[in-house]
Nanobody
Framework: QVQLVESGGGLVQPGGSLRLSCAAS????????MGWFRQAPGKEREFAAG????????YYADSVRGRFTISRDNAKNTVYLQMNSLKPEDTAVYYC???????????????????WGQGTQVTVSS
């Protein structure tokens, strides 16, 4: 099992940047594909970005591609989401997800096997 704890959310003006972090427990972090999902009020949870367990390849939703960057540091058991050029429509609770031996693109499809963090609020507003 793995436990996930997100941090780094907050209030930012449109056009600004934030960096989210997700710290994972355990000694097998490198075997987990990782992803970031988000859920806005009244909407379903949606995929934002994924990173594979092995190659470090990445995959993004069209809505964030070119603005968001996902990365991981296996030595620190941490995955990051750098968010630039933020828009009001990026406002949501952001969740970190993990599943073993998943590729970046596979992480875009939620399954019942996902481990989830508790979420961190991101609000983009002037």
């Amino acid at each position: 099992q793995v436990q996930l704890v997100e941090s780094g959310g907050g209030l930012v003006q449109p056009g600004g940047s934030l960096r989210l972090s997700c710290a994972a427990s355990g000694r097998t972090f490198s075997t987990y594909g990782m992803g970031w999902f988000r859920q806005a009020p009244g909407k379903e949870r949606e995929f934002a970005a994924g990173i594979s367990w092995s190659s470090g390849s990445t995959y993004y939703a069209d809505s964030v591609r070119g603005r968001f960057t996902i990365s991981r540091d296996n030595a620190k058991n941490t995955v990051y989401l750098q968010m630039n050029s933020l828009k009001p429509e990026d406002t949501a609770v952001y969740y970190c997800a993990a599943d073993r031996f998943r590729t970046a693109q596979e992480m875009s499809v939620m399954t019942s096997h996902y481990y989830w963090g508790q979420g961190t609020q991101v609000t983009v507003s002037s």
